[in-house]
Nanobody, 121 residues
Framework: QVQLVESGGGLVQPGGSLRLSCAAS????????MGWYRQAPGKQRELVAA???????NYARSVKGRFTISRDSAKNTVDLQMNSLKPEDTAVYYC???????????????WGQGTQVTVSS
């Protein structure tokens, strides 16, 4: 089992930046991919960005060019740098750890508790 703890959410004005961080502990040796998902009120949870153990990244079209995901294997952390934030980025952001490729494509695996990001003037 993998435990995930997110930090870094908050309130920011449109055009601003935030950095989310997720720390993993537990059975982390066999994680295939880690990623960030988000869920806005009344909407389904969606993939924002993910990075595999081999370093391959995947971004939602809506955040490409504005968000950057990075992974520090030595520290067992995955960060999401969010720039040029828009009101539509407002959501609860969840960290995910997928142990296998199957978990990754199914958006399954271990989840953090979520952190609120609000973009508003």
């Amino acid at each position: 089992q993998v435990q995930l703890v997110e930090s870094g959410g908050g309130l920011v004005q449109p055009g601003g930046s935030l950095r989310l961080s997720c720390a993993a502990s537990g059975s982390i040796f066999s994680i295939y991919a880690m990623g960030w998902y988000r869920q806005a009120p009344g909407k389904q949870r969606e993939l924002v960005a993910a990075i595999t153990s081999g370093g391959t990244t995947n971004y939602a079209r809506s955040v490409k060019g504005r968000f950057t995901i990075s992974r520090d294997s030595a520290k067992n952390t995955v960060d999401l740098q969010m720039n040029s934030l828009k009101p539509e980025d407002t959501a609860v952001y969840y960290c995910n750890a997928a142990r296998t490729y199957r978990d990754y494509v199914a958006a399954a695996g271990s989840w953090g508790q979520g952190t609120q990001v609000t973009v508003s003037s």
